[in-house]
């Protein structure tokens, strides 16, 4: 009791400026963070103590603390040590920018975060981490209705937050795919599968198929969704599906996430002002890369991600990727057959031979966490699409262990075997 005590009396104000909103991380050696007034206790993913905002002040104790300021995955962070002395210690710290997504026509967004958090701090959360779109996942009916096709109050320019801009697809019910798309709604996938998936059989080895991507391979098939979750455990299974003929953008996302939102980001290129309209068209157009940190950029003969060229057979085509953000140990270009390219960060091209139809896809890699995938550029052949045999056939099998599951859409089951057999004929 005494020790508080004195802790109390020794309190010191710390004021933490950087000019922008940040994330701010204040903690003693002990491990014990410190908010200000009246902000509930967060640690991010490392462990480390977090909120958010700018001119923030806060009671400390009268001992070496660290501060640190970051801002989601373009900045880096810049961090100090002190002992704050008697009044106002006045911190000025700025994250330094590692790239400016925006400057090329790229805005990131976090797609799945729920809103069972009061709106100052996911407001708080969206301009501290620079996240430039937020889908609110609506809690009632009623909050949907109420701001649907309307941008919620701290939207400004560069940072549009909505509710209801996607659906995740397992809650989406029958026979609604095309009134949330007559609303402006994305569908797709947040959660990615568990482990490797090499065989058909490793995406059932555990949960719910109501709950994860499993129904994905139907809903591709029959065109109810618009994007899969990539990033992060799903590359495998996402490559399996569009190698097998579904037009599928790559999403990031997972809705088991720790530490504050954007930490996995969708990054869509748009045509002009970022509005929730133009953002929404770029990811269903598979504008897009998925990514937990780098930024990633493919071209394929001038062509970003989404694009298809169709070409004689034989053609010969240029594709590069290149990759700027910390951590990032190889990035690959990799096609319906496998490996194109790889090599270290920075860029890697390849010129290809087209014989039949495939697609380029980027890919980078790194240590941890440290990951990114862009969507297809497609590379028809006289007017056919890709349908690789081994993918098709990998996602029949999918199909057969998923109708002995799922009895309550084997209609759905049937119509998506029916599609992926006429693409082996």
Request: hydrophobic letters at 40%; a negative charge.
């Amino acid at each position: 009791m005494r020790d508080d005590l004195t802790l109390l009396a020794a309190q010191q104000t710390l004021r933490l400026r950087a000019g922008f909103p940040c994330r701010w991380s204040v903690w003693t050696a002990d491990g014990r963070g410190w908010y200000p007034h009246g902000t509930s206790p967060a640690r991010d993913i490392d462990g480390l103590p977090y909120f958010h905002g700018d001119d923030v002040v806060l009671e400390v104790p009268s001992s070496r603390l660290t501060v640190r300021a970051a801002r989601g995955m373009e900045y880096g962070h810049a961090e100090t040590t002190l002992t704050p002395g008697a009044g106002e210690t006045l911190v000025e710290l700025a994250p330094p920018r590692i790239y400016d997504a925006a400057a090329r026509g790229w805005y990131g967004g976090d797609l799945h975060v729920r809103l069972n958090r009061p709106p100052q701090w996911v407001a708080d959360s969206q301009h501290g981490e620079d996240l430039h779109v937020v889908n609110l996942l609506a809690g009632d009916g009623d909050t949907e209705d109420l701001w649907a096709g309307r941008n919620l109050p701290w939207s400004d320019a560069t940072h549009v937050a909505r509710v209801g801009l996607a659906q995740d697809a397992p809650s989406v019910p029958s026979g609604s795919v095309d009134k949330l798309r007559e609303r402006g709604a994305l569908i797709g996938y947040a959660n990615a599968f568990r482990g490797p998936v090499e065989t058909p059989e490793q995406l059932f080895d555990g949960g719910y198929p109501i709950f994860d991507a499993r129904m994905s391979v139907v809903d591709a098939a029959l065109g109810l969704v618009d994007s899969f979750s990539s990033a992060i455990g799903s590359d495998r299974a996402y490559r399996r599906l569009i190698g097998a003929g579904n037009r599928v953008a790559a999403v990031a996302g997972t809705a088991g996430r720790l530490g504050p939102i954007g930490g996995e980001r969708t990054y869509a290129h748009v045509d002009g002002p970022l509005t929730a309209e133009s953002y929404a068209h770029a990811v269903r157009h598979s504008r897009t890369f998925a990514t937990t940190g780098p930024f990633l950029e493919l071209s394929v003969e001038g062509e970003r991600p989404g694009a298809t060229i169709d070409l004689q057979a034989g053609t010969r085509v240029r594709a590069a990727a290149r990759v700027i953000g910390p951590g990032v140990q190889r990035v690959r270009l990799l096609t319906a057959d496998g490996e194109l390219a790889s090599g270290p960060p920075n860029e890697v091209a390849a010129e290809l031979r087209v014989d039949w139809p495939t697609y380029v896809v980027a890919v980078a890699e790194g240590g941890g966490l440290v990951r990114a995938h862009s969507s297809p550029v497609y590379l028809d052949v006289e007017r056919r699409r890709v349908a690789r045999e081994e993918d098709v056939t990998f996602c029949l099998r999918w199909l057969d262990l998923l109708e002995e599951l799922v009895k309550d859409r084997d209609g759905l089951v049937t119509e998506a075997r029916r599609v992926y057999q006429s693409r082996l004929a």
